[in-house]
Nanobody, 123 residues
Framework: QVQLVESGGGLVQAGGSLRLSCTASGRSFSSYTMAWFRQAPGKEREFVAGISRNDLYEDSVKARFSISRDNAKNTVILQMNSLKPEDTAVYYC???????????????????WGQGTQVTVSS
């Protein structure tokens, strides 16, 4: 099982960009579906983007965020552009071992989580 460490959160003005990074320890990283979720105060944790052999995005971020992975470095990146105040949340990296490459948007399907990184977008 992998362990995950996120970095790259912070405070940014609306319209700005941030790059989140998630580094995994452990073996067989390429066999894991990786995803980013976020949780705003008082709200449930929601799917943002996921990647295996392809990628998948939540509708509100599809044109603004980009997820990528480097299997040689055990790293997944979430590039966030044109940030909005409603993107403010704690962002979590998640992993799920899936041989088929299927990307689930259900947080309960992921069994490994990072500690989270705060993203704050000011208006």
């Amino acid at each position: 099982q992998v362990q995950l460490v996120e970095s790259g959160g912070g405070l940014v003005q609306a319209g700005g960009s941030l790059r989140l990074s998630c580094t995994a320890s452990g073996r067989s990283f390429s066999s894991y579906t990786m995803a980013w979720f976020r949780q705003a105060p008082g709200k449930e944790r929601e799917f943002v983007a996921g990647i295996s052999r392809n990628d998948l995005y939540e509708d509100s971020v599809k044109a603004r965020f980009s997820i990528s992975r480097d299997n040689a470095k055990n790293t997944v990146i979430l590039q966030m552009n044109s940030l909005k105040p409603e993107d403010t949340a704690v962002y979590y990296c998640a992993a799920r071992y899936v041989s088929s490459g299927y990307i689930s948007t259900n947080r309960d399907r992921y069994d490994t989580w990072g500690q989270g990184t705060q993203v704050t977008v000011s208006s």
